[in-house]
């Protein structure tokens, strides 16, 4: 169990540390009671790729919302299997059509902020129940929100987040990828520079910061994921049971035989 001291500690330390050495430190410390998100972007590749070499078996969730454009699902399942990923694809209780049904037609628009909620903030607390940890690849230079986050911190509901990105830049990240030929999302190349839902991501143009295209018009920049709203909208979903996402057997795994490059 570690204290808010522990926390301080490891955050002065983990400032200047790498992202593969909070990586491993976070595996060891929390196996098999540990799970890492993604949604699998272009900027996603490096932290998924220093997995893939240190603990090729931690189990890497992704939520299937039912809005996402097929080609992230078919990045998805192209880069799962180039870097021999131990996918996790957690859905939301109700399909599209069960939403439509329930809601209305377009709730995305209407309520972004409970559409959020049904497809993305309660499969995700389902998915992290039983978990310690959960690791994910946000990072402070990514919008307002995130500036502040700490790289080790305990949530509302007692889980520890883990943040290995979180000192690195746009620039980091693009680097990382050059050096170790990794591939690009395929629509980065028509401007999507962040990329959720489809309903609600579009392009971004000029100089906009890379979040601009999501939720455009919406006074919302967050998903609920990494602020967890639980406080703010009402459970109107389901809740079934947790998913049994833990680790198995031990998190180093066969090393998957993609380039060491
Ligand atoms: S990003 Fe848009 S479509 Fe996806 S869950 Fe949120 S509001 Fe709904």
Redesign the pocket.
Known sequence: MLTNLDLDELNTTFEGETPEGILEWAVETFWPDIAMSSSFQTQSLPLLHMVSRIAPRLPIIFLD?G?HFPETLAFRDRVTRELGLNLRIVRPSLSPAELARRYGEG??RRD?DL??Y???VEPMQRALEGLRAWISGIRRDQSPTRASIRIVERTAQGIIRVHPMATWTQQDIAQYIHDHSLPEHPLLAQGYLSI??????RPIYGGEPARAG??DGQAKLE?GLHTLLRESVEAQAPTEGGVGIKGEGGPWGQRPTHGSS
């Open positions: 919302t809005f709730l995305y972004p559409c959020c049904v497809n993305k959720g839902c489809a309903p609600c991501t999501r939720w998903c």
